[in-house]
């Protein structure tokens, strides 16, 4: 991270109760309010810096001390310090961290080289346009603290450079990057890869807050440089930065602690993402659209986002794992028991594009492929699921009564589950027992394959 160091003389303010001063000879002739903090400064080291100061004091005589207060200074007092400290020669340091709370606060008390030659807001704006905005993380960092003043930042144009200084970045070809970028994958060693990754920009890009993270999304994909599949990942890995359920719904199965700030915090996230996944199939896995919709219910998204999500997820159902599917039910404190309904949505909506996309499916070994993919996926499903001791009846029969008679090229999976559920829901049934449960359904499985 780059700095800029102005000033030579050491740092003689020191706060006296809510009183801030520096070390001098010369008595206080300029008081200055900010919030609760007071300041006993002198005018001959600030005035001729400072355009602000000049007006405000301007009917005052040179031997009169003034008070003013400047509440409404963007940053604070700590930005009215900074440029205190560089009138008075004091050495700062100036970085992406602290830069766009002091360049506003210069601008507010216009520290412009029409006051004088070699003011602050010169320095600084020479700081930023060849320090910060070359840098890489210098421009993220500098971009995430704008939220802090927005509309400052807007209307200087530090938002719009900070951003397009990034996708400039980000659209170079992974050969040219050449600064230093956060990569922490797991299993992935830099010594053993000599190559940048393609998607070496997105763990830092997730720092930043929604809004901003979606203007450089947005805006990247507008230039059509950059795969879908490449913007998939940067909204997984912005949905793992930020919302907690996504990797702790399964441990916790509950996100019921979170505030109601964090819950709207989080829905906004959640929303957001789901309305930036490019149309493109494939462009995130179905396993991270089953993830968003594990949590969806949890944070009260819209039914335009929870449709959109079921709708997206069906296109892919058929490429999911059993694993993709094991999220505990919201209705439902216990975490082992299975979120069966959710998984029902799904399938009824890729039920319905299949019937609309495939006519005559039993002639098209493609489309028949893909409604047995689905078809194999539910009865494994539902073997896993009949394990569980809090699985009623009605949802395990729901479910398996969903997949249509063609999706099955045989009962032999669907028999286990029943099989297995039978043996969890009534442990204490001898194999006679359990026949007698099984073998009706073993009917109703064999009327199906008739009907085919």
């Not at 300029?30 to 300041?39: G, S």
């Not at 992935?188 to 070496?200: E, G, L, M």
């Not at 505990?328 to 890729?350: C, H, I, K, M």
């Not at 395990?396 to 997949?403: D, G, M, N, P, R």
């Amino acid at each position: 991270m780059k700095f800029m160091k102005l000033g030579t003389k050491a740092d003689t303010f020191y706060t006296e109760q809510a009183t801030r001063t520096l070390i001098s000879e010369i008595a206080a002739d300029l008081v200055i309010q900010i919030n609760d903090i007071t300041y006993l400064l002198h005018k001959f080291p600030l005035l001729p810096k400072c355009g602000l100061l000049q007006r405000l004091c301007y009917d005052s005589s040179d031997s009169e001390s003034v008070s003013l207060e400047l509440h409404d200074i963007p940053g604070g007092e700590d930005a009215f310090e900074l440029c205190a400290k560089f009138c008075y020669g004091i050495a700062i340091n100036i970085s992406a961290h602290n830069f766009v709370s002091a360049l506003c606060a210069a601008k507010f008390l216009r520290m412009n080289d029409s006051i004088e030659k070699g003011n602050f807001v010169g320095k600084l704006e020479s700081f930023f346009n060849s320090c910060i905005l070359e840098g890489w993380k210098d421009s993220i960092a500098t971009l995430q603290t704008t939220a802090t003043l927005p509309e400052w930042s807007e209307n200087l144009g530090i938002v719009r450079k900070c951003i397009d200084s990034i996708i400039e970045k980000i659209l170079t070809p992974p050969p040219q990057v050449k600064w230093s970028y956060t990569y922490t994958r797991p299993g992935y060693t830099r010594k053993q890869h000599h190559s940048v990754p393609k998607d070496w920009w997105t763990e830092d890009v997730s720092d930043l807050d929604i809004d901003l993270f979606r203007c450089i999304v947005m805006a990247i994909r507008s230039t059509y440089v950059l795969p879908p599949q490449l913007i998939g990942e940067a909204l997984h890995v912005y949905a793992c930065r930020w919302l907690p359920g996504i990797t702790k719904l399964k441990s916790s199965g509950s996100s019921a602690s979170q505030t109601g700030e964090s819950k709207e915090k989080n829905r906004k996230i959640l929303e957001t993402i789901v309305s930036m996944i490019p149309a493109d199939r494939g462009s995130v896995s179905v396993g991270f659209l089953f993830r968003l919709l594990s949590i969806l219910i949890h944070l009260g998204v819209s039914s335009v986002t929870k449709t959109e999500l079921i709708r997206r997820a069906s296109l892919q159902f058929e490429e999911a794992t059993v694993s993709d599917l094991l999220y505990p039910s919201t209705s439902s404190s216990d975490q082992n028991y299975y979120d069966t309904e959710l998984v029902q949505a799904v399938l009824e909506s890729f039920l319905k594009l299949w019937k609309r996309m495939s006519p005559g499916a039993v002639d098209n070994s493609y489309f028949l492929r893909s409604i047995r993919n689905v078809g194999k996926l539910i009865d494994s499903y539902l073997q896993v699921v009949a394990r569980d001791d809090n699985m009623q009846v009605s949802k395990f029969v729901s479910l398996a009564e969903t997949v249509p008679s063609i999706a099955r090229d045989d009962h032999n999976d669907l028999y286990q589950a029943i099989n297995i559920y039978l043996k969890v829901k009534y442990p204490y049934l001898t194999c006679i027992h359990l026949l007698i449960f099984a073998v009706p359904c073993f009917i109703v499985s064999q009327l199906h394959v008739k009907n085919k």
